[in-house]
């Protein structure tokens, strides 16, 4: 069994791999980012793998997703749940633990708590921003990356060395300006989780990593990097010399967010709740079609919007980018 | 004016002369967007201020969201 990780032993050395072994590593979010960093992980033969995500998988995944078949998309499986199956049956021997949910202030240190290193793989600034505050209140290397087009980027945050990414990235963008609607090529996908699993394994052998942001576009064959030290900012309220950790205090609202490019919107009450989703199917087959049920969520057409309620108390609304009508219509279901 | 612009050579229009119009002129201007000349991080307050030299090596890495 030991012999699986031999050319990876050769090259990192045993205590390299004995650190790997031993680490636990937190992947957030687990869409075309998430699956492939998570199966480079479960395959180098981490420890322990903590997975989360609030989405289920659907068709349009199925081009970079990589954990993914058409079998989890007929039957809708929340993400977190088809990939551990998938890394799963990968490596029998990594402990993974899968959470369906929206990663926010209230789960996210609890997520983070104990961990070696997380990885970044969410598809906004907001929930990165929360994230970095979690990263940076436990002393947690944080490591960033993202895509879009044939264009992707990575940054290791480093506790005590250089910037932090609230440093850098001083306030979240516009929807509109962060809304990806021009899609994504899936060897952009795997160059951003490439840089980003050599990070974390450099990060976890000891070797000296530099705060450098680095960037490539696949498609023009053009790379940029640089070291960003200079950046670091002392009033940092994420990880200057007063931390208030800003992203890590309550909200009080139902949080709606657009879901980018697919007229949608994920809703999330402010407490969490519990649905009980037979009783729901149910009081809601009459006015509904096409309900489908699994143990994770109930989905049905509920004209003119396609509604996900999951057994958490959140729900996606398709058919809307209209914040205020997807608040109504979840109301209206589920009271 | 030519530049080196991530590692490639561009040919910028006359009216291209600070850092600022070199970011209008990319439409990057609305991005959060960290920009480095010859081996020096300019500052964001700096950006209207900071006139571009023929030759100037430039480093530009804009960010995004997607993943
Ligand atoms: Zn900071």
Redo the contacts between chains.
Sequence with gaps: MKSRYLKQELFIGKTGQKKIEESTIVVF?M????SAISEMLVRAGVGKLVIADRDYVEWSNLQRQQLYTEDDAKKKLPKAVAAKQRLQSINSQTIIKEHVMDIFFQNVEELAEGASILM??????ETRLVINDAAMKHNIPFVF????GS???TYPVLPGKGPCFHC??DYI?SQN????TEG?ISPIVQW?ASMQVAQAMQILSGEDVTPT???FDIWKM?????N?E??KNLDCPSCGIERLHPFLTMEKHTKADIL?GRDAVHIRPPVPRTLDLKYLSKQWEQQTTNMLANAHLLSFQYEPYRVILFKDGRAIIHGTADITMAKNVYTRLTG | MKIELNGKVHELPEHVKTTAQLLAFLELQNRIVIVEINQDIVLKDKYESHQLNTGDKVELIHFVGGG
């Design positions: 979010g869409g075309a980012l998430g970044d793989a969410t598809d906004n600034f990356g993202a895509c879009v264009y992707g980027m850098l990235v963008p300006v962060t809304c990806d994504v951003v942001l680095r960037s053009e790379h940029a990097e640089m960003v200079k950046l980018c």
